[in-house]
Antibody, heavy 128, light 107 residues
Framework: VQVVESGGGLVQPGGSLRLSCAASGFTFSSYWMTWVRQAPGKGLEWVAN????????YYVDSLKGRFTISRDNAKNTLYLQMNSLRVEDTAVYYC??????????????????????WGRGTKVTVSS | DIQMTQSPPSLSASVGDRVTITCRASRSISSSLNWYRQKPGQAPELLIY???SLQSGVPSRFSGSESGTHFTLTISSLQPEDFATYYC?????????FGGGTKVESK
């Protein structure tokens, strides 16, 4: 079970980049997938989620309109299209699988979500 | 957005020490709280989900608890591989948010 990111590199401000995340060892089409990034020396920041069939996508507000998450279940691949890149987008971008668990008691079921498989990340540097 | 406040930002400890890290949510997150460990130069790894459920393969020295909107990660006996940065994360609602991290350093 693994995910492997690629596509990072050096890009000028205002440029575009498309990241890829190749999944293997599990049924990719059965899982929500996630992008998380980490700026140099900083903490983790959630970027976006996408549902199994791509019908639902969620983004952190600060990136809406510039970044687009997508997937190709036939290729077991997750993507992140990044446009109008800024210096502050410089970060390591991680792909992660989102898994859920369910606890049912007292007639109620509760759902919990967590990122249980992470890639090693791909580094994106935005600089002139 | 739900804010996650972690403390302390860093701590110094020795192998064998009991270590406690706390995380506070800005509002109720109904036990949707996960903990990750990130070793230097590596990707994060899941330790605990849903407050206290140990991820498969994670040593039993790790445990989690909650009291309202306050959450705790405890390492009962610190091991050399535990010198790392730890993050809490809420999965109750989007945007998913992480705490600022706690760096555990060698004393």
């Amino acid at each position: 079970v693994q995910v492997v990111e690629s596509g990072g590199g050096l890009v000028q401000p205002g440029g575009s980049l498309r990241l890829s995340c190749a999944a293997s060892g599990f049924t990719f089409s059965s899982y929500w997938m996630t992008w998380v990034r980490q700026a140099p020396g900083k903490g983790l920041e959630w970027v976006a989620n996408i549902k199994q069939d791509g019908s639902e996508k969620y983004y952190v507000d600060s990136l809406k309109g510039r970044f687009t998450i997508s997937r190709d279940n036939a290729k077991n691949t997750l993507y992140l299209q990044m446009n109008s890149l800024r210096v502050e987008d410089t970060a390591v971008y991680y792909c992660a699988r989102r898994t859920s668990s369910t606890n049912c008691y007292g007639g109620h079921c509760y759902y919990y979500f967590y990122m249980d498989v992470w890639g090693r990340g791909t580094k994106v540097t935005v600089s002139s | 957005d739900i804010q996650m406040t972690q403390s302390p930002p860093s701590l110094s400890a020795s192998v064998g020490d009991r270590v406690t890290i706390t995380c506070r949510a800005s509002r109720s997150i109904s036990s949707s709280l996960n903990w990750y460990r990130q070793k230097p130069g590596q990707a994060p790894e899941l330790l605990i989900y849903a407050v206290s459920s140990l991820q498969s393969g994670v040593p039993s020295r790790f445990s989690g608890s909650e009291s309202g909107t306050h959450f705790t990660l405890t390492i009962s006996s610190l091991q050399p591989e535990d010198f790392a940065t730890y993050y809490c994360q809420q999965s109750y609602s989007t945007p998913l948010t992480f705490g600022g991290g706690t760096k555990v350093e060698s004393k």
